[in-house]
């Protein structure tokens, strides 16, 4: 795309422009810093969401972001619709108009194992006559197809799959994916149309921190990346699109329209060298992860080794695709009335499987939320053996119209928990039964609750014995109080002999009852009292952490833990102040202010003071005295050196904070691979400094 030569000019450029011209001279010649401008963002756009290497820091970019919208406002007609500005559509559109592809798009056919594979490379052979087929082997991307449009180098239209024949424009939302170019040099190898497709995708951090966000709003997760990857294509709001920080991979050439008189060039001659020149035009291709090998025997080697690696991928894939690579040859081998036959899709060991649902327990969590946990008869799907499935709350258990006895569909993709995609409908014998929920807490029999505009059911009761239990779990657990010897399983058998009945109870165990228990030795023992007595002294914010006040989680635990001198200080203090306080809003205030509210919370505060637990902010436990002092740190995406932990403790050691999201009050993001979001957000953030790794590493060296 960019030789040498134009990237070391345009890097210049970029330096003369944020550099030695000042604003007010730039300004003076628009047409030319216009052009220098667009120029110098869509280097950098390409060198950020395609090659993931920016040349720019994001506050040049930023700043160059916003000379380019000045000077077009000002000028208003020099606005080109490929300007870097203009991928964000104004207005919303109801609806899509539904479009026809200028040809349709086929589905491929399956195989699952090599003799599929060898049996279709055996028909291939015998359709074209020769000895030996060359193929292009590249991933399956598990996402949600579109079809896209360039005329005479503009993106002139991107549209879904919707049944192969007609899709939907989806153009405006196309528009937001920062790796689609909005224009492409075709022309320069003389052709004037062209109709390429490719997949869009959600890669897996980036989908793991929009569901982390939606189960701390308290909205039931998406299911999978590739269901977040076609709702967030069809969204209204383009500039919701946006923020999804979605992907694609452009994998097929469906048509083109050389220019009159134009030979077509030796780059769309076979497919891989498509991919290739898509590369080369800005596109995000299988570049590196396709292959070119000659007959079934290393296609069968490639795709078995690809799939050991599936999991490594930043992003979900299905499967291979195998395609005859010369486009001469894929004409003569055609296509039958549904697929091409000059290409075949190789699937992955299946991660869905059918089960038959039993039955389905109501759990109660240590808040009293009530989760329903569907049991089915275990299966193995890609390599674990499911038996529970969280059903998250009644709103997903009627959306999918489950009954007992039914048939399910179950998929577990990648990192993802598992789920119920489906029951399976046409399967029943009228002998299924409706799903029942509950109407009193299962455990303790409390009439439960359902607080307006939440989808949960709460057990109101905060004595139900499976809270209490849960709360106990929490507060030994390795990120609160951290006693080691006390996991679970010892809790819940603990608390069921009567000899631990609540969070104070931890420190009163009685020793002699304990050893006369089978399988407790005096090492045992020794080691649990020596872990019991050592968490004493645990810094004030992990107490306040393992306390499980609702929406209080490590960051504003730390928060909350370096604001006050003595825990019990929080009795004074008004939600007004505590909304003061660094990130915390309305929500989480309203639920701190309600916890210190509660004359049984007090209490047993003071029991476990009483019993040596520091209830005390002693602030050099926590927060380091140093050159990060009053500066506040985010860390995004997967860190390649430093454990996440441990470069936040970094900077707490050096007196910085680390807050929860991306807000105004954030001074840096620290961006690790595959940032998604965050980072997205953090952008738009004129005040907040991106650092990568790197630069953070010699920010706290120095
Ligand atoms: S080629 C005419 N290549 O798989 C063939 N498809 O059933 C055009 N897919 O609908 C498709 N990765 O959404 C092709 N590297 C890849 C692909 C791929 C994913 C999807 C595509 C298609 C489905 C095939």
């Known amino acids: 795309m960019y030789t040498k030569e134009i990237e070391r000019t345009l890097a210049q450029l970029a330096k003369t422009l944020l550099g030695k011209l000042s604003k007010q001279q730039l300004l003076n010649n628009p047409e030319e810093t216009l052009e220098a401008l667009q120029r110098v963002i869509i280097y950098n756009d ?33 606005v080109s619709p490929d300007s870097p500005t203009q991928r964000v559509a104004l207005g919303l559109s109801k609806s899509f108009p539904t479009v026809q592809h200028l040809v349709p798009m086929l589905s491929l056919d399956n195989s699952y194992n090599s003799d599929d594979l060898v049996d279709w490379d055996r028909k291939a052979r015998e ?52 790796n689609i170019p909005l224009s492409a040099n075709f022309s320069a190898y003389g052709i004037q149309s062209i109709e390429i497709r490719g997949e869009v995708l959600i890669n897996k951090n980036t989908f793991k921190a929009y569901n ?67 590369s080369h035009l800005g596109f995000r291709s299988p570049g590196k992860e ?39 040859l894929q004409d003569k081998l055609g296509m039958t009335t549904h697929h091409p036959r000059w290409a075949i899709a190789y699937k992955f060991k299946a991660r869905q499987a059918t089960s038959k649902l039993r039955k389905v327990e109501f759990q109660v969590g240590r808040t009293g939320s009530i989760t329903p946990v569907a049991k089915i008869d275990p299966v193995p799907i890609g390599g674990v053996t499911v038996g529970s499935i969280s059903l998250f709350n009644e709103d997903v258990v009627k959306e999918k119209d489950l009954k007992i006895g039914d048939t399910v569909l179950v998929e577990r993709a990648g990192d993802v928990i598992p ?39 709460r057990c109101p009761n905060i004595n139900c014995e499976a809270q ?29 002999l009567g000899l631990m009945k609540d969070i104070p109870g931890i420190y009163e165990l009685d020793f002699t009852e304990l050893a006369k228990l089978e399988g407790f030795g005096k090492k045992s ?24 006040i609702r929406y209080v989680g490590e960051t504003t635990a730390k928060t909350l833990a370096n604001a006050i001198h003595h825990l019990l200080d929080y009795t004074n203090w008004t939600a007004e102040q505590l909304l003061e306080l660094e990130d915390i809003g309305p929500k989480v205030a309203g639920s701190i202010t309600q916890f210190f509210a509660n004359a049984d919370n007090i209490a047993v505060l003071k029991k476990l003071e009483s019993l040596g637990v520091t209830l005390v902010n002693n602030k050099s436990s926590q927060s380091g005295s140093g050159s990060l002092e009053g500066q506040s740190f985010l860390f995004t995406g997967t860190l390649a050196k430093l454990k996440r932990s441990d470069a936040e403790e970094m900077v707490e050691q050096q007196g910085g904070k680390i807050l929860s999201g991306v807000s105004s009050k954030l001074n840096y993001l620290v961006v690790g691979e595959d940032a998604g979001s965050k980072l997205e957000k953090a952008k738009k953030i004129n005040t907040i400094r991106i650092l990568t790794e790197d630069e953070f590493i010699k920010m706290i060296e120095s």
């Open 419 to 457: 789920y119920i995609v489906k029951s399976v409908a046409d399967l029943r014998d009228g002998s299924e039964q409706d799903i029942i929920f509950p109407k009193n807490c299962p455990v303790c029999n409390s009439k439960l609750e359902k607080p307006e505009g939440e989808s949960v059911w």
């Open 127 to 178: 359709l074209t006559g020769l000895t030996d087929i060359e193929y292009c082997i590249e991933p399956k991307f598990d996402g949600a197809s579109i079809s896209l449009i360039y005329e005479n180098d503009r993106l002139v239209r991107g549209a879904t799959r919707g049944d192969g024949v007609a899709g939907e424009d989806i153009t405006v939302n196309i528009r937001q994916i920062r």
């Open 525 to 548: 023992l020794d080691n649990l009292q020596s872990a019991i007595e050592q968490s004493k002294t645990q810094p004030l914010h992990r107490l306040i952490f393992g306390l499980g």
């Open 290 to 328: 396709k292959k070119v090998v000659k007959g079934i025997d290393a296609v069968i080697d490639y795709v078995l080794k690809f799939e050991e690696e599936r999991d490594n991928l930043p992003y979900e894939i299905d499967g291979m695709v195998i395609k005859v690579n010369d486009y001469a």
């Open 212 to 278: 982390d966000q939606r189960t701390a709003d308290n909205l039931p997760p998406l299911a999978n990346p590739r269901n977040a990857a076609s709702g967030s294509l069809r969204m209204v709001d383009p500039r919701e699109v946006a923020k999804r920080g979605l992907e694609a991979f452009l994998y097929h050439m469906s048509y083109h329209v050389m220019d009159k008189g134009k030979e077509e060039p030796k780059e769309i001659q076979t497919h891989s060298n498509t991919l290739d020149l898509l």
């Open 468 to 496: 209490v239990i849960e709360r106990m779990i929490h507060f030994v657990s390795k990120d609160a109080m951290d006693i080691r010897s006390l996991g679970e399983s010892n809790v819940r058998k603990f608390y069921t």
């Open 46 to 78: 390409w060198r950020y969401y395609v090659q993931s290497d920016p040349v720019l820091s994001d506050f040049e970019y930023d700043q160059l972001f916003a000379w380019l919208k000045q000077l077009e406002q000002e000028n208003p007609h020099l």
